[in-house]
């Protein structure tokens, strides 16, 4: 069973008759003879009965009551099989750390389907080692993160760097002094992001240098840091691009920790379905980090 025997048989119902259906299809009367007996004898069953006009038998009316749901289906399926074959349907598995989650890709998001409007898209929050594993595991496409560990499986391009500042409570006693050093921050509590976090070596590597070292909370979100620190005496460190409550704010601090380069993260050599897609949200993504 074929398209083209599907179509013929709705024809001839349509029309009445094998000749008009052919006219109207523009086959010849023996080649829309042959596809209907082909088509007969494919179901095992006679669907006319014989004669010069298109008289359904018992069978035949059963399957015209459903040939035209068959043929909206099969459409279905080959306009589908064509937009998958264009990239235009499909699955992008995204990655990124929570301030590109926050802010960068909601938006890269919205431009990318104004033009892949049936492009569905899943997202990924993580840090950078979390989400290099899941790459490696065949989880996500592309991440937006920092420099993997062990970069020699993958691709990294950078886009930008992050700076790491110093938060505290608007009534913090830091905010009232016009210079603050790093070591002036050890006098306090420290809430920082855990191990895995785009600036805990450094900041380990910095406090190495002091011999007296604070008090270290983490916690795995960053994004939630502001909310631990405000009403107490802790000095929390965020990314330069993580949203603050208004209880909270920067401390201009003296700092020599180097920004952190963040980008786009992919394996090396492998061949992506949605290849075009990812391309295109890539260079949205890039959008964003130049505005």
């Not at 590109?100 to 997202?123: G, H, Y």
């Not at 496409?141 to 062990?150: K, N």
């Amino acid at each position: 069973m074929d398209l083209k025997e599907l179509t013929a048989f709705q024809t001839i119902v349509q029309e009445g008759t094998f000749s008009r259906a052919a006219e109207k299809l523009n086959y010849a009367q023996s080649t829309i003879t042959n596809q209907i007996r082909r088509l007969e004898k494919e179901l095992g069953v006679q669907l006319f009965k014989r004669g010069w006009d298109a008289q359904l038998t018992g069978a035949g009316q059963l399957f015209a009551a459903e040939v035209d749901s068959l043929l909206q289906h099969w459409n279905g399926v080959a306009e589908l099989a064509r937009a998958l074959e264009h990239d235009e349907i499909g699955l992008l598995r995204i990655g990124g750390i929570e301030t590109a989650i926050d802010a960068v890709l909601p938006r890269a998001l919205r431009k990318f389907e104004r033009q892949k409007p049936r492009m569905a898209c899943r997202f990924v929050a993580g840090n950078t080692d979390n989400l290099t594993q899941a790459l490696l595991d065949d989880e996500l496409d592309f991440a937006v993160c920092g420099e993997p560990s062990d970069p020699a499986a993958f691709y990294f391009e950078p886009l930008g760097r992050e700076r790491t500042v110093f938060i505290a409570d608007r009534e913090h006693p830091l905010h009232r002094r016009t210079e603050v050093s790093f070591s002036d921050l050890l006098n306090y509590p420290v809430i920082a992001g855990g191990r895995t976090c785009l600036y805990y070596l450094q900041l380990m590597q910095q406090l190495s240098r002091y011999k007296a070292s604070p008090l270290l909370h983490t916690v795995s979100r960053i994004s939630a840091i502001p909310y631990f620190v405000q009403h107490t005496h802790a000095v929390g460190v965020v990314l330069a691009s993580t949203p603050l409550i208004p209880e909270v704010e920067r401390i201009d601090a003296q700092l020599e920790m180097p920004p952190i380069p963040i980008g786009l993260l992919q394996l090396r050599g492998r061949s992506e379905p949605a290849e075009s897609s990812m391309r295109l949200f890539q260079n949205a993504i890039k959008e964003e980090f130049h505005v």
